[in-house]
């Protein structure tokens, strides 16, 4: 007996039904043109700790797409790519059940047990299109579906751009995403190494002793951009000293990074834009333990760099879901010159941490939880095995972290959801900062940060209006008594935003809404208006408009809670008592294009044009007392400034090959020259910077990576010491190549091992007037991180 699909297929689906003893079959393929669909399936983060990592492991690993299929009402199938092969991690979900798995090596997924009836089900893989299908099912029918896959960009889904999940291709804010797969293939062990593949991103070392390190958007330092785990800025002034060297890369599982101010969820400071880490979510029970060494050269000798990590995921059933994770880092120092001063320092860092979600409800509503602990000790400077008193230069900090945070996110309708969230994160660190053996150069700093968060959404045919609440309350105690500063600050703010994402026709999608903060540091409310406009007039055009007003409040930064050393004598950045605050509006403007040039082939060229005017901006202005023994700077408001470029991207996504290349050119002007250089020009802002990357899966469970970043010349203070008098010097541009090369081996199942090699820095491409020995200038450092250095990793999941 023949079976006709009930109602017509979504746009560009050509459904094949057919009857196979009794069974059901329909296949499909990816959407002809975009369809617009803001559902990915539910993604769980969060945990507790829980003492079962050995039950765990012994329990190996059953995927819930593995579960065959019984004799209930159920959904199982294939998914593949363009090609006809099988396609490993995608998620399959069925939306109006709330259901979700992944699949396996062969593809295979099942969905069971299912109530009779119509269902949306949803399938989407990394690099390919989002498909979507109407399926109604009988009592006690299995229904079989074979997908095949369509080559695409832009179809992830994104929670950052709005606070809302959309797809990545219908957010009206300029964006990118880099998926687990290229963290993994790029060989990163903490966020510093992941993100510095994403177009538009830099990151560099502010510091040749502790090796302290920034991430910069737009041509902007490190405070401009908003950086938050999940959606929250737990990241407080003291732990982004070091923190982006502090996150482990394994627990991302995909970073999302928004280019200008855009929504008005987020703070107002994040003025070049925000950076959301997405962290690992469980979605089959197994465990993953990663053990690696790298081999890092330099003048006086190599140094060796083991890390181990684990992370046992459990899950059970669709409800609940829970990760544990831990990671082990001896990084150990390098003296690049051979002068006795180690360029690449002492890092030995513990982290542990658990996550859990549950749902309730029928799955509606989800709660999730989450324990964390990071334990750092740094060291840099000559004779490392002494105790820093008794040495010529000492930066040593002995730092910990401990978060929590409990959510809820509820679906009270189909119209109205909410999302609740509270925060908690206590950073502390004893520190020595000295020169000359000072017995007194020892301090000590405690950074207790809490954070209530809370925001809804009112979901229309047209659109969503959103509407949230923040308080955080930052408490900050830095003691440091050789140089006579005591910092004790309790910083508290509210903020209250209100957002209308709009879709207006078949072309026109516009976000506008207000920012109203509350700041302590802060005479008065301040009020940030912020609106972007998304018009498609061709399915392979998108232009993308954003304005957006900030501010950032006159309160502690991160440099402040660092002092390099610098001539001898420790740096010390002071607050101006006259400091205001900083108020800032960036513009931006973004074309893209996705022209169709096959179905296992995909295509984007995209360029964008920013302008940021910052009033009364934050700069360190030397103003040093010879009578004390610290090196002084005042940070206070300079004027105005200005920070304007172009970026330009490609993209090419062929079967797994995924080649991506960008360029920026940026210029970066003080609007009245600086006083102690007579400068016009930003310093640390290089007027060129890009990156290139291929990522290729080669036969027999081989994986090639290679990628190149380029660091134009700029400007960079050089302060007298090692040299005989302050002097601005123009650097070197660099370019820098990393390979890859990893192989995977089946074990069965999901089981598997994984072995993988990879050359950092290929070229050896290094600074090569480093100031040398006691008197150095340790903020003179720019260009690659580090010098050239060998990888070798193998990990095994079971």
Known sequence: MGWRLKGRAGQGFHPVPFDVSCRRKVRFAVMERRVRHPFRGRRASLGAFVPLLALLALTGSVPAAAVPCTGDTAVQGVVRSPSGQPVAGAAVTLTTISSSVITPEDGRFCLHPVSAGEHRLVVYAEGYGLAEQDVRLADGELLEIDVRLRAAFGEEMVVTATRTRRRLADVPLHMQTLPRSRIESVAARTLADAVEWTRGVRVESTCQSCNSSQIRLLGLQGPYAQLLVDGQPTLSSLAMVYGIEQLP??????????????????????VAGVINLIPHHPDHTHVEADARSERMGGAAGAGETPSYSLVADWTSGSRRAATFHGQVDRVAPVDVDGDGFSDVSIRDLDAAGARYHEFFFDGSARLAAELSHMAEFRRGGDRLHLPPEQVDVAEQLDSSRRGASVSWLHTVSPLWDWRATVSHAATERASYYGAGGDPGAFGSTRNPLWIFDSHVNRGGAQGTVSFGVQTARDLIDD??????????????????????????GDQVTLLYGVRADRHSAVDGSIVSPRAALMWTPRSD??????????????AVFDEELHIALVGGKAMVVRDDPGLREETSAARMVSLEWRPEIGRRTAMVVDSTVFDTRIDDLFHNLEADNPTTPEFEFVRTNLGRARVRGVEIGWGLRRGGLIVDAGYAWQRAEFGDAEPDFGSTTMFRTPEEHGTASLQWPLPRGFNLFAGLRYTGSMLAPHYAGYILEDRLEVTPGFLTWDVGLSRRFALGGDRRITATVALRNLTDEYQRDLDRGPFRDPSYVYGPRFPRSFVVGLKVDL
């Open 479 to 504: 003691r440091q008594p050789a140089y006579g500063r005591v910092i004790r600050e309790t910083y508290r703010s509210v903020s209250g935003f209100v957002q209308d994402d709009r879709r207006i």
């Open 249 to 270: 890369a394994r627990l991302i599982d995909s970073i999302e990074v928004v280019r200008g101010g855009g929504s008005p969820a987020y703070g107002a400071g994040a």
């Open 541 to 554: 055009l998108t232009v993308r408009v954003s304005h957006s007003a900030g501010f950032l409040p006159p």
